[in-house]
């Protein structure tokens, strides 16, 4: 099916699976994701409960599926295709397995270590990219839903939507490769900012 858009909206690309069939451009889909993430957040913030071994494989499906169950018929499935980011769809469930063990053990003393090792969650998450899409969102909710499990607040993450091609983003995707390099500070400290900045033209 080709849908007719408006002048100067962004189509959507890849519509299988997509729920809501009214959605007929990027900006739509946009707001309705948003709109899921919103609702998904408020309920996993209140029924979260705090304990110290709590991440595991079906956490972190269940948290993508809350995230995106009203838009996609997949939320929640690990991929099975290959994409242009991430491991091998083989690889993704060993590999999750593997930060769940990892992180349940890491030290939890001083609070700027929790903080790390909530960036460092992030960053393993969007590394693996278990998901068809909405990996990066996925991965800081991961990331601040482990915070909120040690008591601690959330991280604004530039304040802003990362989906779209602005300096923010930029910024964003300059410190994730510096920790693919093994130095977390720039990731850090984006992860606490709460900027905002005009995209570039």
């Excluded at 409960?49 to 956490?59: A, G, M």
């Excluded at 700027?112 to 969007?126: D, F, G, S, Y």
């Excluded at 959330?154 to 390099?181: F, H, M, Q, S, V």
């Amino acid at each position: 099916m080709k849908f007719q858009n408006p002048p100067g909206a962004t189509p959507l690309n890849d519509t299988e699976g997509l729920i809501p069939k009214h959605i007929t451009t990027q900006e739509e889909l946009n707001e309705y994701e948003q709109n899921n993430i919103l609702k998904a957040t408020r309920k996993l913030m209140i029924s979260r409960y705090r304990k110290k071994e709590w991440l595991n494989i079906q956490l972190i499906k269940h948290v993508h599926k809350e995230m995106f169950s009203e838009t996609w018929e997949w939320a929640g499935e690990f991929r099975k295709i290959e994409t242009n980011m991430g491991l091998p769809p083989y690889q993704i469930s060993s590999e999750i397995k593997k930060l769940c063990d990892d992180i349940n053990v890491w030290p939890i003393e001083p609070e700027k270590q929790v903080i790390e090792n909530a960036v460092k969650l992030h960053h393993r998450l969007t590394h693996i990219h278990p998901f068809k899409n909405g990996n990066g969102r996925h991965a800081r909710l991961m990331a601040n839903l482990y915070l909120y499990n040690h008591h601690l607040s959330l991280l604004p993450w530039g304040a802003c939507p990362l989906n779209k091609k602005d300096a923010t983003r930029k910024k964003y995707l300059i410190a994730l490769k510096e920790a693919d390099k093994g130095e977390f500070n720039k990731l850090i400290q984006f992860a606490k900012s709460e900027f905002r900045e005009k995209s570039r033209v």
